[in-house]
């Protein structure tokens, strides 16, 4: 009941908003998503932590003949995942308040029907549904991109489209296979997916289909190219619900599909696809370094830790899949604290240029303080959130492979290079004529970021609440893997 | 008429396959648009030929009856195409089929 | 006889389509045509299609030529003024003709080797036809007249010349 | 008391919380109150929990907060761990720690950004106490990139500078370069042990045997996160560099506490460490070799603060090659000796610079004994027991590491003593160069001449008194003493003991070791006095007229630019490569030509549809006939 | 049937108003007719005697299925079409025209009889030349009508050369006869053969499938748009239906004949027709390309051979007819304005025409077969029909197409965003109900895709 409430009131709302006009359209934004976030708490409290299973099951037939189910529930992952896009979007629509977008009745119905289509992806238990909310959860971040985006929108958000839609094409073709193969009447429910016991060989070839798809998203080196373009182009609130919660979508399918559908492919191919996530880690980490948009250098630090992440949950060990779980939630977060402040940056100074900017931590005591803690979740310092995850992540790695784990724990290093480099070009130093025209924070900035920091806090010192809820889900997946694994 | 017997039905179907082919080759050397509608009446002539000759073979009245309709369509056919063609000889002066590429890529 | 007949009229209905086709004049063509038509009129009638065959001319040689001829002299197209097409489309479409030819009788000539029986010699007689027709196939027929009335409005309306305003 | 000892961190980290949210709610003076009470509380609590655990002959206590990550087989607490080894440097810790925060009273006075400072020095000291009480080694190293980052905002405290925040970045950065193996090594102790808490580790570890590889790559992998934390060859660069934040921070931060923090870890580790033969020797080597070549780059600095840098990273070598020889109690002595002694030195030289007014070459100051002689006297104090004279602290712990050494290898005693007397020189050549001759700044510095204020003086003398007498806890047998500390730290390194083989050096070899030592120094100490008293010897602020080797040192061994050359260099340029050539020109457009391809065989097959009726006919015949002949063949 | 009849029934009456002069009511009666029509329809739902005529036609689900889906793209195309109904002399002939096409169409569609399918072929494509030249004084109009006419006479002729071999085979008009025979090993496997693959080639024409595509898009661009309309709807879908019974009811069990020629055709629809549409300026011309996309598709659900494929078809040829008037409205009105259709006339549309910017972006999201909307579900059902007993690589040809195809549609979406421009298109109301339900069947057929799957 509360998956369905959570899935549909965002849309109901978004939808709304297209027939209002004028400022109570920010008003009933913002209220609705803090509903949603409330409707959230609610299903965190009530959460059965033991069970890995998925809860708050809603499945009724939706295209009976070909065994398609409008099938919806939360285990313990999609509830974090939840979790973390109903307490993203209050904050992303404020975020959005202090920047004057044109025609803003669009901009906040389409944050809104994202949100229900990325809850649908991470509530959907039913593979069609699946690939349904997917594909939902794409168009609005399209339009948000396309109308709201920089200069070069058109042709960014084209190549976005088409190269992350190319790639679902390609899960459509696995799910399509998958699903002829489950036992007549075909079905499209996860537990029977996961019931399959496919060939070797098959899922040899099923692995890429699916892991393209997701790659993708994520994305993982050599396909993020359309990564950079889109995060820097797109509007803040754009970039936020890309690298906060979308680029989850990757790691969150491998997690629902790729794993317990081809485990066999995963042994076989596994090692491929973890090798290519820690390329991705360090050639991102290496981009990023070499930046001079601190959009830019965002979206590649963030695609670096995506790619540690991906790493992780290949690595097909319990620590890794925990901690990819845990910095998932954690990288949301951190990710959405650097767009928001790099975002007041660019709103204040008009520029995004490092060489350009400097010296505000002089008039802006406040701001460089949040920016600076923001900046340390985001490079994984211990206490605070990024740690926690990306520790498990390097522990899970190793035991995979220590090599690995070695080149992907450069990132650290790689990441306060640039991170640190960007910091003290962008706040330090002396007074400017840049800082000149910036001042600290006000109330309303204030209250985005409070949340942000104590959350950052919060995951960083006592993590054991997600930990708790995520740890059944992740046992429950590798019995699932166990038994397709022959 | 039992001497209709010498000829085997083979001979039928590849005589209106010559006159088909003779129709299709006109349509394809032919620029004027009356000839290239002349040629596909050949073309559908070669059908009713083949047609009347299996129908008799079949012993089967369908088959001439068919023939009937082919030639309904025929006759509406001719009747479209020449105000057609009356209609763009007003505009452009011209029955060459050859002159009407503007419309392309 | 009717072996030569045969032969004969293939021979006739090939070569005057053939003519149809390289005649230069297209009065000229519009004869040959007819003249083909005669040829296969003479078909219908070995195969005891009388009262196709007398359609036929009728229809074909009475209606439809006489409108070609019609649309000609109305156009003032009885001079050779085509446009020469160019060698090469000529030679690609004789070639591509010959090869549909060819492949059709490639295809047949080995296929049906019996002789033609007239299992009913009386199927192309009109009353006959007439039951067929109106039984059977009532409803294609009066289909046709759709057809017909469509052509009909088509052509009037195509043709008509418009009242400038 | 030591159920309490969950309040020795809490104290400073809830003063830091108050300062930092509410700076602008009080007067800054309160501010360092406040800090400073914050930690004589802790400091009061550890001295309680450091007599109840003397009174427990190193029963260790664990106290468990509440589960920090635990998943799956993985957990960890938050809890701290009370044994001998933490509770004494819970004294170091929060004693130093108060006697700067006083001191930083009277000498940031001025400063706009008073407040904040006591800020981070409050945060400081909470990770720092954290890194010594955790009971695991993940909270040791949330400590420890906790003082990292403490660090990191206390050398860029003036962050108007740039060249302050590089050094800033410049030290972040290092320590994450160690921390990398560090937390490597952590992950394989929890897969071979499948725990990080010291009491499983230690426990099973006991039960292995020695030289196995698994535990030398362990050993290995903390020792990296050492050296990045404790400055030791190679990655040692960022500690000079790190002088640039306020003199208090050097002191406590920098000479103190936080370098030795990987002291500390491998003290800690001691077992594992001992039964990896090979590291130790690593260690031994590496402690050694910095100690030399750090001591040799310090003669060459004329920087007050550079020199007393140097000198630090020279005696965190020491502390290492006491550890490399299994002399774990010698470290950790050397290390609170040290504690007591540098931070003296270190706020002497603030004190020096405080009455300069912000100059640090000692080239400018000179015969500044009559105008500040507080200082003069307990700098003059915290000199001879770096250098090792008797009875004075440095000479005690000193002496125990070199017999250490020179029972494994009179190779590496030769060394230490080496560095040992390289130190003394400059330390003096620093001390003369200050205090005597003539004054060589400018007037106005002259007129400014003035000794500190109280807050500032009082802990120099206070420091000045431990520096003096803080070795006589660790008098050894030899001379007579009962060597307290060695048995107050004896359950730590109990289990080691099992593994530490070689013998004992007999006392006449003891006694013709210390005298060698002494008499070597003392040597030095006049040839030192000669040079720059007697003969008034001043270094030229001419750098070409240098010669090689002083040119060499003087320039540090050029090894900023080496490693700039080899790595930083590199790295920006693998960097650029990536983004412009592999990035831009490779997958971009590998991708974007994907695109392209498309759009290009759209243009060129479109053209098929030219328009021509007889051109589509023709295709279209043509298409059937191949369509039959296929059909044709294939029935 | 009564459908039928009441259709055939508008038509004279659109003759008569002519006559009788009442002009002015015709296209009002023409919109009331078809609603009567569609309600028919769905009244003969599970007709227990579905054959009339000594099985001329046969008027089961399926078949019903279609005519409604082409009676509902009917009544939308009138109601965008208004337009050309007025300030013309002719709009009693154009009235006519397009009711007799639609009888064609449904002739087509419920054809049990060879004769009737053929008829109504010519029907609907002799209607189709005249409305395809029905801007007399427009060169562009005259052009396509003469090529539309000149190749569809001719492919008649390769249609005409099929039904004769298989008359010659099977001695049999009637699908269920010849079914009988096809399914009996049958002798004359040659007549069989050239019959089934000329047969194929023909309706291969109507449905503008590559290589006998090269019609569409020059006479979807010279006609007038609201016939381009027409023609890219009720042609391809009583095509597709036609094409689809014949080949599974009666040649079902010739398979092996025909699915390697159409696979083929298929997939060359498919990428060429994707392909040539990235390179288009003109709206038109695109649609026109992306309907031999389409066409590919639709092949599937003949290749598939199974009844699903038939549900698919109807399904995807009620989103496919859907969503392309719905573009055709937007390019008519747009071009009524601009003077062009043309991808720039679109430009900076986005900002203050609110209807016409879902409209597009629905539309063309669901032609490019993008979840939720109607569109992806209809290439779904074909697909999965389709791999039911087949291999996935002509559902891989599909997909890439439907990638390629995403670049062309979006570019349309893209362009109302691109430069400023406060532009108000003036909408009628007929357009704007027209895209209306459009935008709402659309969105519905995507939520609820079962709507289509009745049982049959």
């Known amino acids: 009941m509360i998956t369905t409430a959570l899935l549909f009131f965002p849309l109901v709302v978004g939808l709304l908003l297209f027939l209002l006009k004028g400022e109570t359209v920010k008003k009933v934004a913002l209220g609705a998503s803090i509903v949603e976030f409330l409707l959230g708490v609610v299903a965190f409290v009530n959460f059965n932590k033991g069970n890995g299973l998925p809860q708050y099951e809603l499945n009724i037939p939706w295209i009976k003949s070909l065994g398609i189910n409008f099938h919806i529930g939360m285990d313990g992952i999609s509830l974090l995942l939840v979790g973390l896009t109903t307490f993203l979007l209050p904050l992303i629509i404020l975020a959005a308040n202090r920047n004057s977008y044109k025609n803003p009745t669009n901009l906040y119905a389409l944050m809104l029907l994202m949100q229900f289509g990325l809850i649908g992806v991470f509530t959907a238990q039913d593979a069609f549904l699946f690939y349904i909310f997917w594909e939902v959860a794409l168009i609005p971040i399209y339009f948000i991109a396309l109308l709201w985006g920089g200069e070069q929108k058109v042709k960014i958000t084209f190549k976005f489209f088409i190269y992350t839609l190319a790639g679902s094409l390609l899960m459509l073709v696995g799910l399509i296979y998958v699903y002829f193969q489950t036992p007549a009447p075909h079905s499209f429910s996860l537990t029977s997916l996961y019931e399959l016991e496919l060939t070797n060989g098959t899922q040899s070839w099923l692995f890429w289909l699916f892991f393209f798809a997701f790659a993708i998203k994520m994305p993982v080196f050599p396909f993020h190219s359309w990564l950079a373009d889109t995060y820097t182009d797109a509007p803040t609130p754009g970039t936020m619900l890309l690298s906060g919660i979308m680029s989850k979508m990757g790691v969150y399918g491998a997690i629902r599909l790729l794993l317990p559908i081809v485990p066999q492919g995963i042994m076989e191919w596994g090692p491929l696809a973890i090798t290519l996530a820690i390329i991705g880690v360090l050639y991102a980490s290496l981009m990023a370094m070499y930046q001079k948009d601190y959009k830019r250098l965002i979206a590649y630090s963030s695609a670096a830790h995506v790619g540690l992440i991906a790493a992780g949950v290949f690595s097909l060990t319990h620590n890794g899949m925990v901690g990819g779980v845990i910095q998932m939630v954690a990288h949301g977060i951190s990710a959405f604290g650097l767009f928001y402040v790099v975002d007041i940056l660019v709103n204040r100074t008009g520029s995004r240029d490092l060489d350009k900017l400097g010296g505000i931590r002089v008039v802006a005591p406040n701001y460089a303080t949040a920016f600076l803690i923001i900046l340390l979740a985001s490079i994984a310092l211990p206490l605070t959130s990024g740690f926690v995850g990306e520790f498990l992540l390097m522990a899970g790695i190793y035991e995979y492979n220590s090599w690995l784990a070695f080149f992907g724990g450069l990132t650290t290093i790689l990441g306060a290079v640039y991170m640190l480099k960007s910091y003290q070009k962008a706040v330090l130093g002396d007074k400017t004529e840049i800082s000149d025209k910036f001042h600290d924070l006000v109330l309303q900035e204030k209250i985005i970021l409070i949340p942000v920091i104590l959350a950052i806090f919060i995951l960083g010192v006592y993590p054991k609440p997600f930990i708790e809820i995520a740890e059944p889900a992740v046992k429950n997946l590798f019995s699932l893997m166990s038994i397709t694994i022959k | 008429m039992e001497v209709i017997k010498a000829i085997p039905l083979n001979h039928y179907i590849l005589l209106s396959a010559v006159l088909f082919a003779i129709g299709v080759m006109g349509v394809l050397v032919r620029r004027n648009a009356i000839i290239i509608f002349m040629c596909i009446e050949l073309m559908l002539n070669a059908v009713n030929l083949l047609m009347v000759a299996f129908s008799a073979h079949h012993g089967d009245g369908k088959g001439q009856v068919f023939v009937f309709f082919i030639m309904a369509v025929a006759a509406a056919e001719v009747a479209v195409g020449l105000s057609i063609l009356i209609m763009i000889h007003r505009n452009t002066e011209t029955t060459d089929v050859g002159f009407l590429n503007k419309l392309k890529f | 006889m009717t072996h030569y007949a045969f032969y004969f009229l293939s021979f006739l209905a090939i070569l005057s389509a053939l003519m149809v086709v390289f005649s230069k004049n297209p009065i000229h063509s519009v004869l040959y045509l007819v003249l083909t038509f005669f040829a296969i009129a003479g078909h219908y009638l070995l195969l005891n299609a009388q009262f196709l065959a007398v359609v036929h001319i009728v229809v074909y040689a009475g209606a439809i030529m006489v409108l070609f001829l019609y649309v000609l002299m109305l156009l003032n197209l009885n001079v050779d003024a085509e446009p020469k097409n160019k060698t090469w489309v000529k030679v690609a479409g004789v070639l591509s003709g010959g090869m549909l030819m060819l492949t059709l009788i490639a295809t047949f000539s080995k296929a049906e080797t019996q002789a033609l029986v007239q299992k009913d010699p009386s199927i192309g007689v009109t009353a006959n036809l007439g039951k067929i027709l109106f039984n059977d196939f009532a409803l294609p027929f009066e289909i046709s007249s759709i057809l017909l009335l469509s052509a009909m409005v088509g052509a009037i309306m195509l043709s008509k010349k418009e009242a400038k305003n | 008391m030591k159920e309490l000892v969950w309040l020795v961190p809490v104290l400073p980290l809830i003063g830091f919380l108050i300062i930092s949210l509410g700076k602008n709610y009080f007067s800054k003076s309160i501010a360092g109150i406040l800090a400073s009470v914050a930690v004589l509380g802790a400091f009061v609590i550890s001295l309680g929990i450091f007599f109840e655990m003397n009174g427990l002959h190193g029963k260790a206590f664990t106290l468990v907060l509440f589960d920090w990550i635990s998943t799956g087989d993985f957990k960890v607490n938050i809890a701290f761990l009370v044994d001998p080894l933490s509770s004494i440097m819970l004294l170091i810790i929060t004693g130093i720690g108060f006697l700067i925060h006083l001191y930083s009273m009277g000498y940031m006075h001025d400063d706009e950004g008073y407040a904040k400072f006591f800020s981070y020095l409050n945060l400081f000291v909470f990770f720092m106490l954290l890194l010594v009480l955790g009971d695991n080694y993940l909270l040791m190293f949330a400590g420890w990139e906790g003082v990292g980052l403490a660090s990191y905002l206390l050398i860029g405290f003036w962050f108007k500078n740039h060249s302050y925040n590089d050094a800033a970045k410049k030290a972040f950065i290092v320590n994450r370069i160690g921390d990398l193996g560090f937390v490597l090594g952590i992950i394989l102790i929890y897969i071979t042990f499948g725990s990080i808490n010291y009491a499983t580790v230690f426990g099973e570890a006991v039960n292995l045997t020695s030289n196995m590889p698994v535990i030398t790559a362990i050993t290995l992998l903390l020792f990296v996160g050492a050296m990045g934390k404790s400055a030791q060859i190679p990655l040692y660069t960022w500690l000079p560099d790190a002088m640039a934040g306020p003199t208090p921070v050097s002191a406590l931060i920098h000479a103190a506490t936080m370098v030795t923090a990987g002291v500390y870890m491998i003290a800690r580790s001691n077992i594992l460490y001992t039964l990896a033969p090979e590291t130790l020797g690593f260690v031994a080597i590496i402690g050694a070799a910095t100690a030399v070549f750090a001591a040799t780059i310090g003669i060459f600095q004329n920087d007050i603060k550079k020199v007393l840098a140097y000198s630090t990273v020279s005696q965190l070598g020491y502390m290492f090659l006491a550890l490399g020889v299994g002399a774990f109690t010698g470290g950790v002595f050397h290390l609170m000796t040290h504690a007591f002694f540098k931070a003296l030195l270190f706020l002497g030289a603030g004190s020096v610079i405080h009455a300069m007014g912000g100059e640090q070459d000692i080239r400018k100051m000179g015969g500044l004994k009559k105008y500040i002689p507080i200082t003069y006297m307990t700098f003059l104090i915290g000199t001879i027991a770096i250098s090792g004279i008797p009875p004075f602290s440095g000479f005690f712990s000193k002496d125990e590491i070199l017999a250490h050494a020179f029972q494994v290898s009179p190779l590496l005693w030769g060394l230490g003593v080496l560095g040992s007397l390289m130190t003394t020189f400059y330390m003096f050549r620093l001390f003369f160069l200050t205090f005597f001759g003539t004054f060589r700044g400018t007037e106005e510095q002259h007129h400014h001449l003035h000794e500190s204020p109280k807050t500032m003086t009082i802990p120099l003398i206070v420091l000045a008194v431990l520096a003096a007498l803080g070795g006589f806890i660790g008098v050894p047998h030899v001379l007579g003493g009962n060597h307290w500390l060695e048995h107050f730290l004896a359950p730590v390194f109990k289990a080691s003991e099992v593994f530490a083989h070689g013998h004992k050096l007999s006392h006449t070899t003891e006694y013709v070791l210390m005298a060698v030592t002494v008499i070597l120094t003392i040597v030095f100490i006049l040839f030192a006095r000669n040079k720059f008293v007697s003969k008034n010897y001043v270094p030229s602020t001419d750098d070409s007229k240098l010669t090689f080797i002083p040119k060499l040192l003087t320039n540090k061994y050029y090894v900023d630019e080496f490693y700039n050359t080899i790595i930083v260099k590199p790295l920006n340029g693998l960097a650029s490569f990536t983004y412009k050539i592999l990035e831009l020109k490779g997958i971009n457009l590998l991708v974007d030509s994907v695109g392209k391809l498309v759009v290009f065989t759209s243009s060129v097959v479109r053209k098929v549809q030219s328009g021509n009726t007889g051109f589509y006919i023709l295709a279209m015949v043509v298409s059937i006939v191949v369509i039959l002949i296929i059909n044709l063949f294939n029935k | ?456």
């Not at chain 5, 209607?127 to 004084?137: D, I, P």
């Not at chain 5, 025979?181 to 449905?207: D, H």
């Not at chain 5, 898009?217 to 597709?240: H, N, W």
């Not at chain 5, 029909?385 to 570019?411: D, K, P, Q």
């Open chain 5, 1 to 456: 049937m009564k459908a039928l009849l009441l259709v055939s029934g508008l038509g004279f009456l659109g003759i008569l108003s002519e006559i009788l002069n009442f002009k002015k009511f015709i296209y009002k009666l023409s919109i009331v007719g078809l609603l009567a029509a569609i309600v028919v329809t769905f009244l003969e739902w599970d007709n227990p005697t579905p054959a009339y005529f000594n099985n001329m036609v046969y008027f089961d689900n399926l078949a019903i299925s279609f005519i409604a889906v082409l009676l509902i793209t009917g009544l939308l195309w009138f109601l965008m079409a208004e337009s050309i109904f007025e300030n013309d002399g002719l709009q009693s002939d154009k009235s006519t025209l397009v009711l007799f096409s639609i009888v064609g169409a449904v002739c087509m569609v419920a054809y049990n009889n060879i004769t009737m399918l053929f008829i109504g072929i010519e029907i609907l494509s002799i209607c189709m030349y005249v409305l395809a030249g029905s801007k007399k004084e427009s060169l562009g109009s005259n052009e396509s009508a003469m090529k539309y006419f000149l190749m569809g006479a001719f492919a008649t002729g390769f249609l005409l050369m099929g039904i004769a071999f298989i008359y010659g085979a099977s001695a049999s008009f009637d699908v269920m006869e010849i079914k009988a025979y096809m399914s009996n090993s049958p002798q004359n496997i040659e007549l069989v053969y050239t019959g089934i693959i000329l047969l194929a080639i023909g309706l291969a024409f109507k449905i503008s499938a590559v290589p006998f595509h090269f019609w569409a898009p020059d006479v979807y661009e010279g006609a007038p748009i609201q016939v381009t309309a027409l023609m890219s709807t009720i042609v391809k879908t009583a095509a597709i239906a036609a094409f689809y019974k014949l080949f599974t009811v009666s040649f079902g069990s010739q398979e092996i004949v025909w699915s390697t020629t159409l696979s083929y055709i298929a997939a060359l629809s498919v990428l060429i027709g994707n392909i040539i549409a990235v390179f288009q300026s003109n709206v038109k011309r695109m649609l026109a390309y992306s309907g031999i996309s389409h066409a590919g598709y639709l092949l599937l659900a003949i290749l598939a051979n199974n009844a699903a494929g038939g549900t698919a078809l109807t399904y995807y040829t009620l989103a496919y007819s859907v969503a392309t008037i719905a573009a055709f409205t937007v390019v008519a009105n747009v071009a009524s304005v601009k003077g062009s259709s043309d991808f720039t006339s679109f430009e900076g549309l986005g900002k203050k025409n609110k209807l016409i910017t879902i409209s597009v972006i629905v539309s063309m999201m669901s032609l490019a077969g993008i979840p939720p909307f109607a569109g992806f579900f209809g290439k779904y059902f074909l697909f999965t029909s389709y791999l039911e007993n087949h291999s996935i690589n002509l559902v891989i040809i599909g997909l890439i197409g439907s990638a390629i195809s995403i670049y062309y549609y979006f570019r349309l979406i893209v362009n109302l965003f691109k430069g400023e421009s406060d532009e108000v298109i003036p909408l009628s109301l007929t357009s704007k109900i027209v895209l209306i339900i459009a935008i709402i069947l659309t969105v519905a057929m995507g939520i609820f895709p079962e709507i289509m799957n009745g049982g049959w």
